[in-house]
């Protein structure tokens, strides 16, 4: 290894060791009971969400790319397999997790991380908006129908984690809210929830299976559409928790070597009996809230947890419910952007709308993908209705009035056609019409159709056209595309 190569390896890994290791000894903890309710939620025995989170956390802390992201078993990966393990079993499930890695891998060879700059400032502000509120929710069957006793120690878990700080922030307050909250619990004999009661804990290391499933079209069939879905909300909620990660640090990430590296782990983590999974922004909230930035934070993240569910298993599943909860809110509060809530006053109405959208999508659906499609549309039809309003048309007639020249400037495309057709005297009786485009730009086949049927029908009215200015792009699809000067071709628009 060259000292270049060397010195790199030691800033990604160890340039933060005691602050990373701790943090990652706190999501560690933060991991296990999410792993067993997510498990839970999918149908599978708890084990397959400790084993997913395990190995996908180790892994995507190595080929990964977005230092100090928790990735490990989730939600939004969890509800989407429902159906598939009822219908089929956890073999199929397996089989539909390695698939959808296999997906995701193909997805980063293909550089599809790049299109994550579509997604506007306000779908990502909605997606963190409600996964707060997801995050918040999620605490509350824990508040509801618990001993009384639940109550003051979930406060006084706030407590520790917003006032401990203030004494000192060697030691994540995270980290000491439940080791306070435990040593509470242990040692007055408290009968509350614990992590213990959430399932049984694994007491093996997972070991290397293949899919017990038929290698045949029909299987092939049956997963599919599962690992697809799998993949897709898996690597959207995996580069939108990146892009909040980048904020977070002020560091970038590679989108694209994250969607392999995203890919690696579910497919591996398929052939341990694990679940397919994604980052997860909440614990990658706490990582970074308490220190964490390296891929060692990631790392240690999943061996803590391995380690703990093998060698402490007794001690953690003691550990209260309240301290957890205490955490998760925490990150929900701090997940959640408050300033969204005046900028809804002063910020443009639509992109308020397509905020609210996309948290209403989010929270009604509970699936991160459909939240986010809903935005990201949204969005594209408010930009094109702006984009569609920088258009205008002006003339000028010639002295004998009988040569018009239209000057076009703006955006021609679908949502300015109709402003465009509008803009021209097809009655006007002319011996020429110059159709001046040279500050304008044509961009599709609606606006080439347009362009078409204006030349044409001026033609009709026995006026010579001429269209000048057409830059680079507008020309090549002008003369891929057009049917005015092709022989025929009022027949053939009329046809369409």
Not at 208 to 234: N, R, S, W
Request: one cysteine or more; proline letters at 4%; aromatic letters at 8%.
């Amino acid at each position: 290894m060259s000292a270049l190569s060397f010195q790199s390896f030691k800033e990604t890994w160890f340039f933060n060791v005691r602050a990373d290791l701790l943090a990652g000894l706190v999501v560690a903890l933060a991991l296990i009971p999410e792993a067993i309710a997510f498990s839970i939620i999918a149908g599978v025995d708890p084990r397959v969400g400790l084993y997913a989170s395990f190995s996908i956390a180790v892994i995507t802390a190595i080929v990964g790319g977005r230092p100090g992201m928790i990735s490990a078993a989730t939600a939004a990966t969890a509800v989407l397999m429902v159906t598939l393990v009822r219908d089929y079993g956890l073999e199929y499930l397996l089989a539909t997790t390695v698939l959808a890695g296999l997906l995701q891998i193909l997805a980063g060879f293909l550089k599809l991380g790049q299109y994550m700059r579509f997604v506007s400032r306000s779908v990502l502000t909605g997606f963190v908006n409600a996964l707060a509120i997801l995050i918040f929710m999620a605490q509350i069957p824990e508040l509801i129908g618990v001993p009384m006793l639940t109550y003051p120690l979930v406060a006084l878990g706030l407590a520790i984690i917003y006032l401990f700080p203030m004494v000192t922030r060697a030691i994540p307050s995270p980290l000491i809210c439940i080791l306070a909250l435990s040593a509470i619990a242990i040692g007055f004999g408290l009968d509350i929830r614990t992590v213990g009661d959430m399932g049984e804990l694994p007491s093996t290391l997972p070991m290397f299976l293949i899919p017990d499933i038929p290698f045949t079209l029909e299987t092939l069939q049956i997963i599919f559409p599962y690992a697809l879905a799998v993949a897709v909300v898996g690597l959207l909620e995996s580069l939108m928790t990146a892009t909040i990660v980048d904020e977070l640090t002020d560091t970038p990430s590679d989108r694209n070597r994250e969607c392999v590296g995203q890919g690696v782990a579910n497919s591996v983590t398929g052939f341990f009996g694990g679940m397919a999974g994604c980052a997860m922004i909440g614990q990658s909230i706490i990582n970074i809230k308490s220190g964490g930035r390296g891929r060692l934070s990631t790392l240690s993240a999943g061996l803590f947890l391995m380690l703990m569910i093998l060698l402490v298993s007794d001690w953690v599943s003691r550990i209260p419910m309240a301290a957890l909860v205490a955490i998760m809110i925490m990150v929900s509060i701090g997940t959640f952007s408050w300033s969204s809530l005046k900028n809804l006053r002063v910020h443009p109405r639509s992109s308020s709308i397509v905020m609210l959208a996309t948290v209403a999508g989010v929270i009604i659906s509970h699936n991160l993908a459909i939240g986010v499609l809903i935005g990201v549309l949204l969005s594209g039809v408010f930009f094109a209705g702006k984009i569609s309003q920088i258009f205008k048309v002006t003339s000028t007639v010639s002295e004998d009035g009988r040569v018009r020249r239209y000057k076009v400037e703006g955006q021609v495309f679908f949502a300015s056609v109709e402003a465009f057709n509008a803009s021209f005297d097809l009655k006007e009786a002319l011996d020429e019409v110059i159709i001046d485009v040279s500050d304008a730009h044509i961009w599709d086949i609606s606006s080439v159709a347009a362009l078409d049927m204006i030349v044409l029908k001026f033609r009709r009215e026995g006026a010579k056209v001429e269209i000048i200015g057409l830059n680079e792009a507008s020309e090549t699809i002008v003369d891929k595309l057009a049917l005015h000067d092709k022989p025929g071709a009022l027949d053939k628009l009329m046809s369409h």
